[in-house]
């Protein structure tokens, strides 16, 4: 694949980052999440979810990557989110197809740069599932070290959206702008 084109995100976006996200969640979440609400009204959840955010996007960046006008992935930050670790990477997610291409590198050293550029603080951070192992390689090849874990919040505040307790670990890099070399060179 030709590199993909990166840009930021607007309201006019919303369907279609909220179907990837959906089909994200559907194949990485199971276990976690509830069968019934990743096979139901996930796709739902998420458009209203997405809308409402890139209509009100003050202190958060959407940064998309397109190649020939499809959506292959996007990470969504939100600026000096906690005082202690930075700005939060709220999502990122690459098309099935595309994982190990170097498209979710360049698409966290994007959001690292503009965390460098408009956030106060150094630090950038995640939350990853603990189940979510490979995610968990992938963070640390960029870089990340481990924190702490917490239970998931449930989406929308249902526990029924849930599986249990399922658990989440912090990822964490001191400095957002040694992160966004990742942007260049993948």
């Known amino acids: 694949m030709t590199s993909p ?4 995100g607007g309201a006019e976006d919303a369907d279609r980052i909220a179907a990837l996200h959906a089909d994200s969640w559907r194949r990485h979440y199971r276990g976690a999440y509830a069968d019934s609400y990743l096979n139901g009204d996930v796709a739902a959840d998420r458009q209203a ?3 409402a955010r890139l209509a009100t996007p003050a202190g958060t960046e959407t940064i998309l ?3 020939d006008g499809r959506l292959v992935g996007f990470i969504h930050v939100r600026f000096d989110d906690d005082p202690e670790h930075g700005s939060l990477v709220d999502n990122l997610h690459v098309v099935h197809d595309l ?7 360049r698409l966290l050293g994007r959001a690292a740069r503009a965390a460098a550029e408009r956030a106060t603080h150094d630090g950038m951070y995640l939350w990853v599932l603990q189940q979510n192992t ?3 390689r992938f963070y640390r090849a960029a870089g990340a ?3 702490e874990t917490a239970t998931v919040s449930a989406p929308g505040g249902d526990p ?3 599986t249990g307790h399922p658990r989440k670990l912090r990822m964490m890099w001191p400095d957002a ?3 966004s070399r990742l942007a260049a060179h993948p």
Do not use: N, Y
């Not at 084109?5 to 930021?8: E, G, I, L």
């Not at 994982?99 to 590198?105: C, N």
């Open 134 to 136: 490979a995610a968990q």
């Open 145 to 147: 070290v481990a924190g």
């Open 65 to 67: 990557a397109e190649h």
């Open 49 to 51: 979810v997405w809308s």
């Open 160 to 162: 029924s959206k849930l």
């Open 177 to 179: 702008a040694a992160l």
């Open 5 to 8: 084109r990166f840009r930021t």
């Open 99 to 105: 994982h190990r291409t170097g498209v979710g590198t």
